[in-house]
């Protein structure tokens, strides 16, 4: 029971603050009338963590927010970003986006997926990933732990979904210097994707992610 609750803490650390950030202002990135920045990466939580994308997918600098307690970084086309059109696409249609927690004593991600695995099936658990913190709107499909991350597939029908969004998307949980990454990769309601292609963006995401930060990918 107490490392059940404490998952649970820590899950509500990790996507509550980051995911208000995500229904308050972020939108799915879309092709402006002008060049516009759109880098590859970006630091974050006083520049101790970056933070980037597999090939094609770049930062939208307007839907970055970095605060003292959190992270969330959205990412999407490079050549919709900067309207250039010789910057890259990605392979697939998504919306990338990742959250960073403040450093935290929890319990690593890789000695917690089991509880995390139970964690998310529950009630509880569904309430954390709903972005209207609902239960009943989200369908967790599938949880499974692999190399030191926990990933997550799930259905959100929730009214908080990014305008553009679909409802289906893979999320993993990580640890990076102290702290707990979440990432996650968005399908996009007029162009869905297959299971296979989210999970294999995400996992090129997470293990960019790791180099980026010199943690070691398995």
């Given at each position: 029971?107490?490392?059940h609750?404490?998952?649970?803490?820590?899950?509500?650390?990790?996507?509550?603050?980051?995911d208000?950030?995500?229904?308050?202002?972020?939108?799915?990135?879309?092709?402006t009338?002008?060049?516009?920045p759109?880098?590859?990466?970006?630091?974050?939580?006083?520049?101790?963590?970056v933070?980037?994308?597999?090939h094609?997918?770049?930062?939208?600098?307007?839907?970055?927010?970095?605060?003292?307690?959190?992270a969330?970084?959205?990412l999407?086309?490079?050549a919709?970003?900067?309207?250039?059109?010789?910057?890259?696409?990605p392979?697939?249609?998504?919306?990338l986006?990742?959250?960073?927690?403040?450093?935290?004593?929890?319990?690593?991600?890789?000695?917690?997926?089991?509880?995390?695995?139970?964690?998310f099936?529950?009630?509880?658990g569904?309430?954390?990933?709903?972005?209207?913190?609902?239960?009943?709107?989200?369908?967790?499909?599938?949880?499974?732990?692999?190399?030191?991350?926990?990933?997550?597939?799930?259905?959100?029908s929730s009214?908080g979904?990014?305008a553009?969004?679909?409802?289906?998307y893979?999320?993993?949980?990580?640890?990076?210097?102290?702290?707990?990454?979440?990432?996650s990769?968005?399908?996009?309601?007029d162009?869905?994707i297959?299971?296979?292609?989210g999970?294999?963006?995400?996992?090129e995401?997470?293990?960019?992610?790791k180099?980026?930060?010199?943690?070691a990918?398995?």
């Amino acid at each position: 029971m107490k490392l059940h609750l404490k998952t649970g803490l820590v899950a509500l650390m990790v996507l509550g603050a980051c995911d208000g950030m995500i229904q308050s202002s972020a939108k799915v990135p879309s092709a402006t009338t002008t060049a516009a920045p759109a880098p590859e990466k970006v630091r974050v939580s006083g520049k101790d963590v970056v933070i980037a994308g597999p090939h094609g997918f770049c930062v939208d600098p307007t839907e970055t927010k970095d605060t003292a307690s959190s992270a969330f970084v959205l990412l999407g086309s490079c050549a919709a970003i900067a309207n250039a059109s010789h910057r890259p696409n990605p392979d697939i249609p998504a919306i990338l986006m990742a959250t960073v927690s403040r450093k935290t004593e929890s319990a690593p991600i890789a000695s917690s997926m089991t509880s995390l695995a139970r964690f998310f099936k529950s009630e509880a658990g569904r309430a954390a990933l709903s972005r209207d913190g609902k239960a009943k709107t989200v369908e967790v499909i599938e949880t499974l732990g692999r190399n030191d991350v926990f990933y997550i597939h799930a259905r959100d029908s929730s009214t908080g979904t990014l305008a553009g969004a679909g409802d289906e998307y893979w999320r993993a949980l990580f640890n990076v210097k102290g702290r707990i990454v979440s990432v996650s990769v968005v399908w996009l309601e007029d162009h869905p994707i297959s299971t296979a292609e989210g999970f294999e963006t995400l996992g090129e995401f997470t293990n960019r992610i790791k180099r980026e930060n010199a943690v070691a990918v398995r």
